[in-house]
Protein backbone atom coordinates (compact mmCIF):
# COMPACT_ATOMS: atom_id res chain seq x y z
CA UNK A 1 0.00 0.00 0.00
CA UNK A 2 1.36 3.66 -0.88
CA UNK A 3 1.25 5.75 2.14
CA UNK A 4 -1.41 8.87 1.17
CA UNK A 5 0.16 11.56 3.35
CA UNK A 6 2.58 12.44 -0.13
CA UNK A 7 -0.37 12.38 -2.34
CA UNK A 8 -2.03 14.79 0.51
CA UNK A 9 1.04 16.83 0.25
CA UNK A 10 1.05 16.94 -3.59
CA UNK A 11 -2.88 18.14 -3.33
CA UNK A 12 -1.71 21.08 -0.69
CA UNK A 13 1.24 21.73 -3.25
CA UNK A 14 -0.95 22.01 -6.61
CA UNK A 15 -4.09 24.37 -4.39
CA UNK A 16 -1.38 26.67 -4.01
CA UNK A 17 0.10 26.79 -7.23
CA UNK A 18 -2.13 29.05 -9.18
CA UNK A 19 -1.33 31.87 -6.52
CA UNK A 20 0.91 33.75 -8.39
CA UNK A 21 1.03 37.37 -6.80
CA UNK A 22 4.27 38.35 -5.44
CA UNK A 23 7.94 38.84 -6.66
CA UNK A 24 10.86 37.18 -5.65
CA UNK A 25 13.19 39.16 -3.45
CA UNK A 26 15.04 41.51 -5.69
CA UNK A 27 17.83 42.94 -3.73
CA UNK A 28 20.32 40.04 -4.52
CA UNK A 29 20.48 39.70 -8.24
CA UNK A 30 20.85 35.68 -7.74
CA UNK A 31 17.70 35.47 -6.09
CA UNK A 32 15.53 37.50 -8.49
CA UNK A 33 16.40 35.20 -10.54
CA UNK A 34 14.67 32.40 -9.20
CA UNK A 35 12.79 30.15 -11.16
CA UNK A 36 9.13 31.17 -9.94
CA UNK A 37 7.43 27.88 -11.26
CA UNK A 38 9.39 25.94 -8.04
CA UNK A 39 7.26 25.03 -5.18
CA UNK A 40 7.93 22.12 -2.97
CA UNK A 41 6.30 21.41 0.68
CA UNK A 42 7.90 18.55 2.94
CA UNK A 43 7.37 17.39 7.22
CA UNK A 44 9.06 15.57 9.25
CA UNK A 45 8.15 13.31 12.34
CA UNK A 46 10.03 13.70 15.28
CA UNK A 47 10.91 9.79 14.71
CA UNK A 48 12.24 10.54 12.32
CA UNK A 49 9.95 10.01 8.97
CA UNK A 50 10.24 12.93 5.82
CA UNK A 51 7.06 12.99 3.75
CA UNK A 52 7.72 15.56 0.65
CA UNK A 53 6.07 16.84 -2.34
CA UNK A 54 7.05 19.03 -5.35
CA UNK A 55 10.27 20.19 -6.20
CA UNK A 56 11.47 18.43 -2.87
CA UNK A 57 15.41 17.92 -3.98
CA UNK A 58 15.64 21.57 -5.40
CA UNK A 59 18.80 23.78 -3.28
CA UNK A 60 17.93 27.43 -2.42
CA UNK A 61 19.63 29.67 0.18
CA UNK A 62 18.93 28.88 3.47
CA UNK A 63 18.58 32.81 4.52
CA UNK A 64 17.00 33.81 7.64
CA UNK A 65 16.11 30.70 8.51
CA UNK A 66 19.29 30.50 9.72
CA UNK A 67 18.69 32.85 12.21
CA UNK A 68 16.96 30.56 14.87
CA UNK A 69 19.48 28.24 14.81
CA UNK A 70 22.56 30.42 14.93
CA UNK A 71 20.75 31.74 17.85
CA UNK A 72 20.69 28.62 19.71
CA UNK A 73 24.48 28.13 18.81
CA UNK A 74 24.56 31.65 20.40
CA UNK A 75 23.25 30.49 23.62
CA UNK A 76 24.75 27.56 23.71
CA UNK A 77 28.18 28.68 23.29
CA UNK A 78 27.72 31.56 25.23
CA UNK A 79 24.71 31.35 27.91
CA UNK A 80 21.76 32.58 27.63
CA UNK A 81 22.20 35.05 30.12
CA UNK A 82 24.82 36.99 27.98
CA UNK A 83 22.97 36.24 25.19
CA UNK A 84 20.29 38.42 26.38
CA UNK A 85 22.57 41.03 27.47
CA UNK A 86 23.09 41.82 23.50
CA UNK A 87 19.82 41.00 22.09
CA UNK A 88 16.83 41.38 23.28
CA UNK A 89 13.02 38.92 22.51
CA UNK A 90 11.20 41.82 21.96
CA UNK A 91 8.89 41.65 18.75
CA UNK A 92 9.79 44.23 16.87
CA UNK A 93 7.00 44.85 14.38
CA UNK A 94 9.47 46.59 11.92
CA UNK A 95 10.75 45.35 8.47
CA UNK A 96 13.61 42.87 8.91
CA UNK A 97 16.24 45.35 7.64
CA UNK A 98 15.68 48.12 9.99
CA UNK A 99 17.90 49.90 11.56
CA UNK A 100 17.16 50.10 14.76
CA UNK A 101 17.78 49.40 18.61
CA UNK A 102 15.88 49.13 21.73
CA UNK A 103 16.01 52.33 23.77
CA UNK A 104 17.82 52.20 27.15
CA UNK A 105 19.34 48.71 26.25
CA UNK A 106 20.54 49.19 23.04
CA UNK A 107 20.17 45.69 21.96
CA UNK A 108 18.94 44.83 18.84
CA UNK A 109 14.78 43.83 19.83
CA UNK A 110 15.35 40.27 18.53
CA UNK A 111 17.18 37.46 16.87
CA UNK A 112 14.95 37.34 14.05
CA UNK A 113 15.79 40.90 12.59
CA UNK A 114 19.04 41.28 10.72
CA UNK A 115 20.53 43.65 13.78
CA UNK A 116 19.75 40.70 16.08
CA UNK A 117 20.57 38.11 14.01
CA UNK A 118 24.55 39.77 13.12
CA UNK A 119 24.87 40.23 16.53
CA UNK A 120 24.06 36.72 17.52
CA UNK A 121 25.99 35.70 15.08
CA UNK A 122 29.23 37.45 16.47
CA UNK A 123 28.84 35.50 19.41
CA UNK A 124 29.17 32.05 17.73
CA UNK A 125 32.08 30.15 19.15
CA UNK A 126 33.84 33.19 20.71
CA UNK A 127 33.37 36.94 21.15
CA UNK A 128 37.22 36.91 19.43
CA UNK A 129 36.65 34.15 16.69
CA UNK A 130 37.35 34.36 13.06
CA UNK A 131 34.84 34.44 10.65
CA UNK A 132 36.33 31.08 9.16
CA UNK A 133 35.72 29.58 12.67
CA UNK A 134 31.98 30.96 12.90
CA UNK A 135 31.39 29.85 9.99
CA UNK A 136 32.62 26.12 9.98
CA UNK A 137 30.78 25.51 13.15
CA UNK A 138 27.64 26.87 11.83
CA UNK A 139 27.83 25.04 8.36
CA UNK A 140 28.65 21.44 10.60
CA UNK A 141 25.81 22.37 13.30
CA UNK A 142 23.26 22.56 10.14
CA UNK A 143 24.27 20.10 8.19
CA UNK A 144 24.14 17.73 11.63
CA UNK A 145 20.48 18.91 11.59
CA UNK A 146 19.41 18.67 8.45
CA UNK A 147 21.66 15.00 8.35
CA UNK A 148 23.67 15.82 5.30
CA UNK A 149 26.79 17.69 4.61
CA UNK A 150 25.48 21.12 3.35
CA UNK A 151 27.52 23.68 1.24
CA UNK A 152 27.89 27.44 1.05
CA UNK A 153 26.02 28.62 -2.78
CA UNK A 154 29.00 31.00 -3.14
CA UNK A 155 27.00 32.97 -6.36
CA UNK A 156 24.69 33.76 -3.72
CA UNK A 157 26.68 34.81 -1.21
CA UNK A 158 29.21 37.24 -4.03
CA UNK A 159 25.75 38.46 -5.18
CA UNK A 160 24.74 39.34 -1.28
CA UNK A 161 28.14 40.68 -0.23
CA UNK A 162 28.43 43.08 -3.24
CA UNK A 163 25.50 45.45 -2.11
CA UNK A 164 26.03 44.64 1.75
CA UNK A 165 25.34 48.26 2.73
CA UNK A 166 22.58 48.18 4.82
CA UNK A 167 23.96 45.34 6.63
CA UNK A 168 27.20 46.63 7.37
CA UNK A 169 25.20 50.02 8.30
CA UNK A 170 23.63 47.40 10.92
CA UNK A 171 26.83 46.04 12.14
CA UNK A 172 28.99 49.11 12.63
CA UNK A 173 25.77 50.25 14.76
CA UNK A 174 26.40 46.94 17.00
CA UNK A 175 29.80 47.73 17.72
CA UNK A 176 29.43 51.40 18.28
CA UNK A 177 26.56 50.37 20.61
CA UNK A 178 28.96 47.65 22.30
CA UNK A 179 26.90 44.55 20.90
CA UNK A 180 29.62 42.84 19.26
CA UNK A 181 33.41 43.24 19.83
CA UNK A 182 34.79 41.87 16.56
CA UNK A 183 34.90 43.83 13.42
CA UNK A 184 31.52 45.18 11.70
CA UNK A 185 32.70 43.47 8.25
CA UNK A 186 34.17 40.27 9.71
CA UNK A 187 30.21 40.13 11.23
CA UNK A 188 28.45 40.51 8.29
CA UNK A 189 31.09 38.72 6.00
CA UNK A 190 30.17 35.57 8.03
CA UNK A 191 26.44 36.76 8.55
CA UNK A 192 26.10 36.62 4.48
CA UNK A 193 27.77 33.01 4.46
CA UNK A 194 25.64 31.85 7.16
CA UNK A 195 22.56 32.96 4.89
CA UNK A 196 23.93 32.15 1.79
CA UNK A 197 24.06 28.51 2.93
CA UNK A 198 22.06 25.99 0.53
CA UNK A 199 19.39 23.62 1.60
CA UNK A 200 15.83 21.62 0.54
CA UNK A 201 12.39 21.60 2.28
CA UNK A 202 13.60 18.04 3.53
CA UNK A 203 16.61 19.60 5.15
CA UNK A 204 14.65 22.29 6.41
CA UNK A 205 11.66 20.23 7.75
CA UNK A 206 14.03 17.81 8.95
CA UNK A 207 16.00 20.86 11.41
CA UNK A 208 12.50 22.02 12.45
CA UNK A 209 11.51 18.67 13.34
CA UNK A 210 14.74 18.12 15.36
CA UNK A 211 13.24 21.65 17.54
CA UNK A 212 10.32 19.89 17.91
CA UNK A 213 11.97 16.87 19.27
CA UNK A 214 13.70 19.10 21.87
CA UNK A 215 16.89 19.37 20.23
CA UNK A 216 17.85 15.52 19.19
CA UNK A 217 18.23 15.19 15.22
CA UNK A 218 15.23 12.38 14.82
CA UNK A 219 17.56 10.27 12.46
CA UNK A 220 20.95 10.27 14.28
CA UNK A 221 19.65 10.64 18.02
CA UNK A 222 22.51 13.52 18.22
CA UNK A 223 21.39 15.94 20.82
CA UNK A 224 22.66 19.28 18.25
CA UNK A 225 20.70 21.36 20.29
CA UNK A 226 20.47 22.22 24.11
CA UNK A 227 16.97 21.96 25.82
CA UNK A 228 17.28 25.17 26.97
CA UNK A 229 18.31 27.25 23.58
CA UNK A 230 14.97 24.83 22.30
CA UNK A 231 13.07 26.71 24.39
CA UNK A 232 13.93 29.83 23.42
CA UNK A 233 14.54 29.23 20.21
CA UNK A 234 10.84 28.20 19.81
CA UNK A 235 9.76 31.22 21.84
CA UNK A 236 11.25 33.70 19.77
CA UNK A 237 9.98 31.68 16.25
CA UNK A 238 6.37 32.49 17.52
CA UNK A 239 7.16 35.98 18.54
CA UNK A 240 8.94 37.11 15.72
CA UNK A 241 9.39 34.76 13.33
CA UNK A 242 7.23 35.71 10.42
CA UNK A 243 8.60 39.53 9.74
CA UNK A 244 5.85 42.24 10.79
CA UNK A 245 3.30 39.91 10.12
CA UNK A 246 4.41 37.42 12.98
CA UNK A 247 1.19 38.16 15.12
CA UNK A 248 -1.10 37.28 11.85
CA UNK A 249 0.80 33.94 11.15
CA UNK A 250 0.26 32.83 14.99
CA UNK A 251 -3.66 33.28 15.01
CA UNK A 252 -4.00 31.60 11.72
CA UNK A 253 -1.28 28.78 10.99
CA UNK A 254 -0.22 28.70 15.11
CA UNK A 255 3.01 27.22 14.83
CA UNK A 256 6.17 28.54 15.85
CA UNK A 257 7.76 29.31 12.24
CA UNK A 258 10.84 31.45 10.36
CA UNK A 259 10.67 32.34 6.94
CA UNK A 260 13.24 33.70 4.75
CA UNK A 261 13.54 35.79 1.47
CA UNK A 262 14.56 33.06 -0.66
CA UNK A 263 11.32 31.61 -0.50
CA UNK A 264 11.40 29.32 2.48
CA UNK A 265 9.48 28.88 5.78
CA UNK A 266 10.31 26.35 8.50
CA UNK A 267 7.36 25.43 11.11
CA UNK A 268 8.54 23.54 14.07
CA UNK A 269 5.41 21.83 16.32
CA UNK A 270 6.75 20.68 19.75
CA UNK A 271 6.83 17.30 19.95
CA UNK A 272 4.96 16.42 16.71
CA UNK A 273 6.87 17.45 13.47
CA UNK A 274 8.96 20.24 11.62
CA UNK A 275 7.43 21.27 7.96
CA UNK A 276 8.85 23.23 5.33
CA UNK A 277 7.78 25.00 2.17
CA UNK A 278 9.13 26.72 -0.67
CA UNK A 279 8.56 28.86 -3.07
CA UNK A 280 10.14 31.65 -4.31
CA UNK A 281 7.22 34.69 -4.93
CA UNK A 282 7.18 37.20 -1.45
CA UNK A 283 4.35 38.86 -0.32
CA UNK A 284 4.87 42.69 0.60
CA UNK A 285 6.12 41.13 4.52
CA UNK A 286 8.89 38.45 2.56
CA UNK A 287 7.13 35.59 3.08
CA UNK A 288 6.56 33.16 0.86
CA UNK A 289 2.96 33.77 -1.21
CA UNK A 290 2.39 29.99 -1.47
CA UNK A 291 4.11 28.98 1.49
CA UNK A 292 1.88 30.56 3.53
CA UNK A 293 -1.00 29.33 1.50
CA UNK A 294 0.19 25.96 1.94
CA UNK A 295 1.24 26.11 5.83
CA UNK A 296 -2.57 27.68 6.14
CA UNK A 297 -4.00 24.83 4.61
CA UNK A 298 -1.89 22.32 6.40
CA UNK A 299 -2.47 23.53 9.48
CA UNK A 300 -6.33 23.54 9.31
CA UNK A 301 -6.27 20.41 7.79
CA UNK A 302 -4.20 18.98 10.02
CA UNK A 303 -4.84 20.31 13.37
CA UNK A 304 -1.64 21.87 13.60
CA UNK A 305 -2.58 25.22 15.88
CA UNK A 306 -1.32 25.45 18.60
CA UNK A 307 -3.49 27.09 20.76
CA UNK A 308 -6.57 24.91 19.38
CA UNK A 309 -7.38 23.65 22.75
CA UNK A 310 -9.08 20.20 21.48
CA UNK A 311 -7.37 18.03 24.23
CA UNK A 312 -7.98 18.73 27.61
CA UNK A 313 -5.17 16.86 29.51
CA UNK A 314 -4.14 13.60 27.28
CA UNK A 315 -4.34 11.66 31.16
CA UNK A 316 -7.06 9.60 32.49
CA UNK A 317 -7.06 7.83 36.05
CA UNK A 318 -8.84 5.06 36.86
CA UNK A 319 -9.48 3.57 39.96
CA UNK A 320 -11.08 0.59 41.56
CA UNK A 321 -10.65 -1.84 44.84
CA UNK A 322 -9.87 -5.66 44.84
CA UNK A 323 -9.94 -7.97 47.88
CA UNK A 324 -7.03 -10.16 48.32
CA UNK A 325 -7.72 -13.84 48.26
CA UNK A 326 -5.47 -16.97 48.91
CA UNK A 327 -1.47 -16.82 48.89
CA UNK A 328 1.61 -18.92 50.91
CA UNK A 329 1.51 -15.84 53.55
CA UNK A 330 -1.98 -16.31 54.25
CA UNK A 331 -3.65 -19.60 52.73
CA UNK A 332 -6.97 -18.72 54.28
CA UNK A 333 -7.07 -15.26 52.29
CA UNK A 334 -6.61 -12.40 53.92
CA UNK A 335 -9.58 -10.91 52.14
CA UNK A 336 -8.30 -7.64 52.63
CA UNK A 337 -8.95 -4.62 50.29
CA UNK A 338 -6.81 -3.22 47.79
CA UNK A 339 -6.64 -0.25 46.49
CA UNK A 340 -5.76 0.25 42.87
CA UNK A 341 -4.83 3.18 40.45
CA UNK A 342 -3.58 3.41 36.99
CA UNK A 343 -2.74 6.32 35.72
CA UNK A 344 -2.31 6.08 31.42
CA UNK A 345 -1.22 8.50 28.57
CA UNK A 346 1.18 10.94 28.42
CA UNK A 347 1.34 12.96 31.94
CA UNK A 348 1.88 16.09 33.12
CA UNK A 349 0.71 18.17 35.88
CA UNK A 350 -3.25 18.12 35.02
CA UNK A 351 -2.81 14.32 34.87
CA UNK A 352 -0.50 14.12 37.80
CA UNK A 353 -3.14 16.52 39.65
CA UNK A 354 -6.16 13.79 38.83
CA UNK A 355 -4.34 10.95 40.37
CA UNK A 356 -3.54 13.22 43.87
CA UNK A 357 -7.08 14.10 43.93
CA UNK A 358 -8.10 10.16 43.29
CA UNK A 359 -5.66 9.34 45.82
CA UNK A 360 -7.39 11.65 48.62
CA UNK A 361 -10.75 10.83 48.01
CA UNK A 362 -10.07 7.11 48.33
CA UNK A 363 -7.12 7.46 50.53
CA UNK A 364 -6.37 10.56 51.96
CA UNK A 365 -8.01 13.04 54.35
CA UNK A 366 -5.82 12.58 57.21
CA UNK A 367 -7.90 12.44 60.39
CA UNK A 368 -8.13 16.22 62.08
CA UNK A 369 -5.41 16.52 64.62
CA UNK A 370 -3.21 13.60 63.66
CA UNK A 371 -0.72 14.21 60.73
CA UNK A 372 -0.12 10.17 59.93
CA UNK A 373 -2.83 7.38 60.74
CA UNK A 374 -5.11 5.72 58.42
CA UNK A 375 -7.21 8.14 56.34
CA UNK A 376 -10.45 9.26 56.12
CA UNK A 377 -11.40 7.91 52.79
CA UNK A 378 -13.84 5.87 51.48
CA UNK A 379 -10.89 2.95 51.18
CA UNK A 380 -8.89 4.01 53.86
CA UNK A 381 -9.21 0.33 55.77
CA UNK A 382 -7.16 -0.96 52.55
CA UNK A 383 -4.59 -3.40 53.64
CA UNK A 384 -2.52 -1.63 50.74
CA UNK A 385 -2.59 1.05 47.25
CA UNK A 386 -1.27 -0.67 44.21
CA UNK A 387 -0.10 1.89 41.36
CA UNK A 388 0.06 0.74 38.05
CA UNK A 389 1.97 2.84 35.41
CA UNK A 390 1.61 0.27 32.71
CA UNK A 391 -0.15 1.95 30.67
CA UNK A 392 1.41 5.56 31.19
CA UNK A 393 3.57 6.35 28.12
CA UNK A 394 5.66 9.47 29.92
CA UNK A 395 5.73 11.30 33.00
CA UNK A 396 7.03 14.90 32.75
CA UNK A 397 9.15 16.07 35.85
CA UNK A 398 6.58 18.08 37.83
CA UNK A 399 4.07 14.59 37.23
CA UNK A 400 6.83 12.81 38.76
CA UNK A 401 7.85 14.97 41.46
CA UNK A 402 4.17 15.00 42.58
CA UNK A 403 3.60 11.03 42.32
CA UNK A 404 6.39 10.53 44.12
CA UNK A 405 5.80 12.91 47.11
CA UNK A 406 1.98 11.29 47.01
CA UNK A 407 3.58 7.64 47.06
CA UNK A 408 5.91 9.17 50.18
CA UNK A 409 3.32 10.52 52.07
CA UNK A 410 0.87 7.08 51.79
CA UNK A 411 3.97 4.98 52.28
CA UNK A 412 4.16 6.04 55.97
CA UNK A 413 0.54 4.45 56.90
CA UNK A 414 0.29 2.00 54.27
CA UNK A 415 1.63 -0.55 52.22
CA UNK A 416 2.86 0.69 48.45
CA UNK A 417 3.14 -1.67 45.21
CA UNK A 418 4.01 0.49 41.70
CA UNK A 419 4.09 -1.62 39.39
CA UNK A 420 5.93 0.00 36.90
CA UNK A 421 7.99 -1.73 33.60
CA UNK A 422 9.16 0.37 31.94
CA UNK A 423 10.97 2.55 34.58
CA UNK A 424 8.62 5.90 33.87
CA UNK A 425 8.38 6.76 37.35
CA UNK A 426 12.34 6.90 38.39
CA UNK A 427 11.75 6.19 41.64
CA UNK A 428 14.37 7.52 43.73
CA UNK A 429 17.71 5.24 44.26
CA UNK A 430 20.12 7.43 46.14
CA UNK A 431 20.29 6.18 49.79
CA UNK A 432 18.78 9.20 51.45
CA UNK A 433 15.90 9.35 49.32
CA UNK A 434 15.33 5.51 49.03
CA UNK A 435 14.73 5.63 52.90
CA UNK A 436 11.83 7.56 52.31
CA UNK A 437 10.46 5.28 50.08
CA UNK A 438 11.93 2.31 52.26
CA UNK A 439 7.91 0.79 52.80
CA UNK A 440 7.34 1.36 48.65
CA UNK A 441 8.24 -1.78 46.77
CA UNK A 442 8.37 -1.22 42.88
CA UNK A 443 7.81 -4.26 40.41
CA UNK A 444 7.12 -5.54 36.87
CA UNK A 445 3.92 -7.11 36.83
CA UNK A 446 0.44 -7.59 38.41
CA UNK A 447 1.67 -10.96 39.67
CA UNK A 448 4.42 -9.44 41.42
CA UNK A 449 2.78 -7.05 43.34
CA UNK A 450 -0.19 -9.54 44.47
CA UNK A 451 2.83 -11.81 45.37
CA UNK A 452 4.25 -9.11 47.44
CA UNK A 453 0.50 -8.31 49.07
CA UNK A 454 -0.86 -11.96 49.87
CA UNK A 455 1.94 -14.12 49.37
CA UNK A 456 2.81 -16.54 46.45
CA UNK A 457 -0.22 -17.86 44.57
CA UNK A 458 -2.59 -14.94 45.84
CA UNK A 459 -5.50 -14.00 43.50
CA UNK A 460 -7.11 -10.91 43.28
CA UNK A 461 -10.78 -11.10 42.97
CA UNK A 462 -12.23 -7.54 41.69
CA UNK A 463 -14.91 -5.89 44.03
CA UNK A 464 -17.87 -5.70 41.95
CA UNK A 465 -18.71 -2.43 42.05
CA UNK A 466 -15.33 -2.07 39.91
CA UNK A 467 -16.77 -4.58 37.32
N1 LIG B 1 20.58 37.67 3.74
C1 LIG B 1 19.39 38.35 4.00
C2 LIG B 1 19.66 39.73 4.58
O1 LIG B 1 20.27 39.87 5.61
C3 LIG B 1 18.50 37.53 4.85
C4 LIG B 1 17.23 38.19 4.92
C5 LIG B 1 16.07 37.28 5.09
O2 LIG B 1 16.03 36.15 4.62
O3 LIG B 1 15.14 37.80 5.73
O4 LIG B 1 19.23 40.69 4.04
Redesign the pocket.
Known sequence: MKSPIPDYLGRVLEEARPFDSGQPAS??DVLAQADTSRSAVAVATVDGSVYSAGDDEVDFSI???SKPFVYALAIQDQGLAYVLEKVGVEPSGDA??RLSLETGTNRPMNPMI?AG?VAAHALVVSTNATVDQRVDRILQALSRLAGRQLKVDEAVYAA?LKDAN??MGLAYMLKAAGMISCDPQEAVRG??RQ?SINVNVRDLAMMAATLSNGGVQPVSGERVISQESVRQVLSVMTTCGM?NSSGDWIASVGIPAK????GGIIGALPGQLGLAVFSPRLDEK?NSVRGVIMCKQLSNDMGFHMMDVSQIAGASVRSWTATIAGGSKQPNACRQAVAVFELRGAVRFAGAERLTRAVMNEIGKSRPNSGSGPGLGKDAHVCAVMFSFRNTYSLNDVARRLIHENIRRLSTTTNVVVIDPAGVLKMPLDSKQEGEFRQVRVVTSEAEARDHIGGMGCRVVPNEDSL
Open positions: YIQSIFNNAERNYICYSGVSG
